[in-house]
C-alpha cells in the first residue's frame, strides 16, 4: 500500500466515527488526490480557490470541496457553484458576498464561521461578542442563502498542549452556547471544525467532529 493509503486508513481506524475527516491536500498534484479517492476519501480542503477549482474541473463529481483558507471576496464567484463547505468565514463582508454569489447560482452555500481562540495576533476570525452581535441583526437575516452549520477554529501554534486544549475547550463552550441560545433555522449547528495534523487528538478530545489533516496523509509540504 501507497503512503497515502496507509495512513488515511490508520485514520479511519483511530478517529471517531461522528468525526469527518477532510483531507487537505493543497498543492498537491491531482494524482495524490486520485489515490485518496480511490481509497474511498471523499471530503477534501483546499487553501486557495483558484488551486480548488483546477482540481474541481479535473477530478471526480463526487468530491465534497471543502474552502478552508482564508477566502477573498472577489474570488468567491470562482468556487460558488460547487463548493461544499466554507469553513473561513470571517468577516460580514464575506458572508454577504458567498451569500450573493450562492443566489446567482441558485443555491444555499453552507458555512462555518471562523473564531478567533488563539492568543496569536495574525490568525483571522470573529471575535465572539462581535459574532453574537451580528447573528442577532437584520443584516444577518437578510441573507438567505447562506446556512451556517457551526464554527471553525485554529489553536495557537505552540508545544504547550494545556494552551491548545484550552482554546479547544473554549471554542466548543462559544459553539454550544451559540447552539442553544442563538442559533435559528434555516441555520443548523453540527459542525465544529477544529484540529489539524499537530492537534487533532486533543481537538477531539475536547469534541471536534470535523478535522482537517494535511501532512499526516500526504506528507510535508514545500
Ligand atoms: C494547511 C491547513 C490544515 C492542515 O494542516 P496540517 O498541519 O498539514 O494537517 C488545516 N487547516 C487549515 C486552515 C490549513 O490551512
Known amino acids: ?31 495524490d488526490l486520485q489515490e485518496a479517492y480511490e481509497a474511498g476519501q471523499r471530503d477534501f480542503g483546499e487553501n486557495k480557490i483558484q488551486e480548488m477549482t ?20 472577489n ?9 461544499h ?3 473561513g468565514v470571517d468577516s460580514p ?12 447560482n441558485e443555491r444555499v452555500i453552507d458555512c462555518l464561521l471562523q473564531i478567533h ?4 495576533q495574525s490568525k483571522f ?19 438567505q442563502n447562506v446556512r451556517i452549520k457551526g464554527l471553525m477554529g485554529m489553536a495557537t ?27 435559528e433555522p434555516p441555520h443548523e449547528f453540527d459542525t465544529l471544525s477544529m484540529g489539524m495534523t499537530g492537534d487533532y487528538k486533543i481537538a477531539i478530545e475536547e469534541g471536534s467532529n470535523m478535522i482537517r489533516i494535511g501532512s499526516a496523509i500526504f506528507g510535508a509540504r514545500n
Open 1 to 31: 500500500m501507497s503512503d497515502i493509503v496507509t495512513s488515511l486508513s490508520r485514520f479511519r481506524e483511530s478517529v471517531p466515527e461522528n468525526v469527518t475527516l477532510v483531507a487537505v491536500s493543497k498543492t498537491k498534484p491531482n494524482e
Open 54 to 73: 483546477q482540481k474541481w474541473e479535473d477530478l471526480p463529481d463526487d468530491i465534497r470541496w471543502h474552502m478552508i483558507g482564508h477566502t477573498q471576496r
Open 75 to 83: 474570488k468567491v464567484k470562482y468556487m460558488a457553484p460547487y463548493v
Open 85 to 87: 463547505l466554507v469553513h
Open 93 to 104: 463582508r464575506l458572508l454577504k458576498e458567498i451569500n450573493k454569489q450562492a443566489k446567482k
Open 117 to 120: 481562540i488563539a492568543r496569536e
Open 125 to 143: 476570525g470573529f471575535d465572539e461578542d462581535e459574532l453574537k452581535e451580528f447573528l442577532k441583526s437584520d443584516a444577518f437575516k437578510d441573507l
Open 157 to 183: 501554534f505552540t508545544d504547550n498542549k494545556d494552551q491548545v486544549r484550552e482554546e479547544f475547550r473554549g471554542l466548543k463552550n462559544f459553539y454550544e452556547t451559540l447552539k442553544k441560545d442563538i442559533i
